[in-house]
């Protein structure tokens, strides 16, 4: 069956990095994009960055720009977000996700808090 697992999450101080990493099983992960959201407590679940399944195209939220990566390694089965620059406002559980189908697939999620 399908999998995400995601993992890097943990406490960061303001300014520092993390990089998070979601391990796929289950299917043909080379042939579908793949995405990280995030979701702080009280708001909404936000698309976060997109990666293509090559990798050749990738897409950001606005309020990451510049800060965060991703990409990925399809020999790995794995997709990446680093995160540099963290600020307060990204403390939030991060998820990895994918489409095929027809239907979305989640991972459980890994929690960032950035504080100090």
């Known amino acids: 069956q399908v999998q995400l697992v995601e993992s890097g999450g943990g406490l960061v101080q303001p300014g520092g990095s993390l990089r998070l990493s979601c391990a796929a099983s289950?299917?043909?992960?080379?042939?579908?994009?793949m995405n990280w959201y995030r979701q702080a407590p009280g708001k909404e679940r936000e698309l976060v960055a997109t990666i293509t399944s090559v990798g050749g195209g990738r897409n950001y939220a606005d309020s990451v720009k510049g800060r965060f990566t991703i990409s990925r390694d399809n020999a790995k089965n794995t997709v990446y977000l680093q995160m540099n620059s963290l600020k307060p406002e990204d403390t939030a559980v991060y998820y990895c996700?994918?489409?095929?189908?027809?239907?979305?697939?989640w991972g459980q999620g890994t929690q960032v808090t950035v504080s100090s």
């Open positions: 289950g299917f043909t992960f080379s042939l579908y994009a």
């Open positions: 996700k994918t489409r095929f189908g027809y239907r979305d697939y």
